[in-house]
């Protein structure tokens, strides 16, 4: 069992900057890519950004440039930096892990919203 506990997030200007962590329970060499997905108000949930072990990162469109997903393995954790905010990027976001096992697990999400 993996338990993924997000923080960091809150309510910013756009422009702004927030940064999400999301820690992980579990050895983070048993985990394989972390990812951050967001659901914004009446939209399904979207891939933010991804991370594998090895540190090779993929992002949405949307999010290139402003935002960066890192990872720290002897922390278990994975960050969101998020920069120049823009008000659609409110959303509630959440952390996944995918383990060497094959199962994904999701955080509970926590709340970015961004004010014009």
């Known amino acids: 069992q993996v338990q993924l506990v997000e923080s960091g997030g809150g309510l910013v200007q756009a422009g702004g900057s927030l940064r999400l962590s999301c820690a992980a329970s579990?050895?983070?060499?048993?985990?394989?890519?972390m990812g951050w997905y967001r659901r914004a108000p009446g939209n399904q949930r979207e891939l933010v950004a991804a991370?594998?072990?090895?540190?090779?990162?993929n992002y949405a469109e949307s999010v290139k440039g402003r935002f960066t997903i890192s990872r720290d393995n002897a922390k278990n954790t994975v960050y969101l930096q998020m920069n120049s905010l823009k008000p659609e990027d409110t959303a509630v976001y959440y952390c996944?892990?995918?383990?060497?096992?094959?199962?994904?697990?999701w955080g509970t999400g926590t709340l970015v919203t961004v004010s014009s």
């Open positions: 991370i594998t072990t090895a540190g090779s990162t």
């Open positions: 996944n892990a995918h383990t060497s096992s094959g199962l994904l697990y």
């Open positions: 579990i050895n983070s060499f048993s985990i394989n890519t």
